[in-house]
């Protein structure tokens, strides 16, 4: 049954670096998105792809956060400068062209700055 | 922001019961609802949906109910199983193709053998 990978499963890093997470989306989705969840938050929505846009992001994702979709199956998103709050589980997800708006949810990375 | 929520945070059950979990909204532009799984160090996993003109949908032990006019959905699992412990999301959705999800905080159900 075709997933969502991404990687790494956990990124440590210090305060002010940057960071890439990586995800392979499934391969005939469409949409694509990443949310995040706070340790003992709700899952939050960040940004949504389609088209080789951004399609919709949240108040989170500012000046310091980026998406690329650099080949026809990597789904990146970059932190330029890494700050204390960004630690939390990062969820990358796609979807077809589905009449619910069912996604399909990645593993997460798990992204710890210090 | 609470548009999705999600009152109960835990539930316990004998297995072989009933799980009931409750789910409440406040936008009415929301069109499609989902429920997703999650257990520790996975995604979530979808479950079921269904549309705003539904009032159920039912795919085998799981059935959600839907009633638009009390913002207020519900998921039954019957009957629950020790591998139906694993958090619950409620999820909505606007009507167009595409769109956020917005979650509701979670409910964790512990099935006792």
């Known amino acids: 049954e075709p997933e969502v990978t991404q990687t790494p499963s956990h990124q440590v890093t210090q305060m002010g670096q940057e960071v890439i997470l990586h995800c392979v989306p499934i391969s005939n989705h469409l949409y694509f998105y990443w949310y995040r969840q706070i340790l003992g938050q709700k899952v939050e929505f960040l940004v949504s792809f389609y088209n080789n846009e951004i399609s919709e992001k949240s108040e989170i994702f500012d000046d310091q956060f980026s998406v690329e979709r650099p080949d026809g199956s990597n789904f990146t998103l970059k932190i330029r400068s890494t700050k204390l709050e960004d630690s939390a589980m990062y969820f990358c997800a796609s979807m077809g062209q589905d009449l619910y708006n069912e996604q399909f949810f990645g593993p997460g990375t798990r992204l710890t700055v210090l | 922001d609470q548009q999705v929520k999600q009152n109960s945070p835990s539930l316990s059950v004998q297995e072989g019961r009933i799980s009931i979990l409750n789910c409440d909204y406040t936008n009415s532009m929301f069109d499609y609802f989902l429920w997703y799984k999650k257990y520790p160090a996975e995604g979530p996993t979808f479950l079921i949906s269904i549309s705003s003109i539904k009032d159920k949908n039912e795919d085998g032990r799981f059935t959600v109910f839907l009633n638009k006019s009390a913002k207020h959905l519900s998921l039954h699992i019957v009957p629950s199983q020790p591998g139906d412990s694993a958090v619950y999301f409620c999820?909505?959705?606007?009507?167009?193709?595409?769109?956020?999800?917005?979650f509701g905080g979670g409910t964790r159900v512990l099935v006792k053998p």
């Open positions: 999820a909505a959705s606007g009507q167009a193709a595409g769109n956020k999800l917005t």
